[in-house]
Each structure stands twice: as structure tokens, then as C-alpha cells.
């Protein structure tokens, strides 16, 4: 019997968006919460379109986004923040273990079944990383969630 040595190590492409986001924090990260413009900076590809960035120091009682990727940014602009007659969508869903990922200081990893509003059912993984400006407080989410109907 002959075993065969492969010359170069075999690249498997991670198929989950929310691994793929925090495989690329971990690297910036290095033992430490990198800044926002580190995370901004991080090339992404079509993965930013279901990413976004919530600047807590700004957030009260709704989350103040400074930063929402086009396949998500729908969801606000159907459903204002502010609107009281607004449905549940999968960023409101995503977003919900913020307080966690900024206490923690740690990535959070989040993904269900859930029913929103309309009665729709979706499947859905979420990741929430902390950022920091000064390299002590969190001050940002950056985050990414997608998802798919049941």
C-alpha cells in the first residue's frame, strides 16, 4: 500500500458567513479588541453586505448603527427603528445579545429558529464582536447575521 503526501495543505472555505467574520477578527484581534477602522479595513468581500457596526456609546434605547451592509440595510429602511408599528426582523433578532458581546468582551455566536412578526419562520446565525477605540472599553458591535425562510 502507498500513501501519498500531498506538497501543499488543503484549503477548505469556510461555508458559514458568521465562522468566516470571526475567523477574520480573531486573526486582527490577536489577544486584544482591535479598533473599528481595523475591522472596517478587513477585506470582506460580498460578506460585508450582511455585516454591521452599532456604536454603543451613541445607542439609549435603540441601537445606533453606523455602519449596515446593503442585504441588511432593507430591513431598516422597511422597518424604521423608531416606527412603534414595526415588525421584528432578523436584525432585531440579531442584534439582541449585544449587551453580552460588550460585557464579555468576547465574540457571541447566535443562531435559531425564530418567528418574526409577519408570522414568517427563518433559520438564522448571527455573530456579535466587540471593538474598541481605545483598546480598554468597547465602545462598537461589529456584527453579521443572515438567514433564510422556513
Known amino acids: 500500500m502507498q500513501i501519498e503526501v500531498l506538497d501543499k495543505p488543503v484549503r477548505v472555505t469556510e461555508r458559514r458567513l458568521t465562522e468566516r467574520i470571526r475567523l477574520k477578527w480573531a486573526r486582527l484581534a490577536d489577544g486584544r479588541i482591535p479598533s473599528l477602522r481595523e475591522v472596517e479595513d ?21 441601537p445606533y448603527f453606523i455602519f449596515m451592509g446593503e442585504q441588511l440595510s432593507r430591513y431598516a429602511a422597511l422597518y424604521p427603528m423608531d416606527d412603534p408599528h414595526r415588525e421584528k426582523t432578523l436584525l432585531d433578532t440579531a442584534i439582541a445579545k449585544m449587551d453580552e458581546a460588550a460585557l464579555t468582551r468576547q465574540p457571541v455566536t447566535y443562531s435559531a429558529i425564530t418567528r418574526l412578526s409577519a408570522g414568517k419562520r427563518i433559520g438564522f446565525r448571527s455573530i456579535l464582536l466587540p471593538v474598541s477605540e481605545d483598546g480598554l472599553y468597547v465602545s462598537h458591535i461589529f456584527g453579521a447575521a443572515k438567514g433564510k425562510g422556513l
Open 42 to 62: 478587513l477585506n470582506l468581500g460580498l460578506d460585508r453586505e450582511y455585516c454591521f457596526a452599532v456604536d454603543l456609546r451613541l445607542s439609549d434605547i435603540l
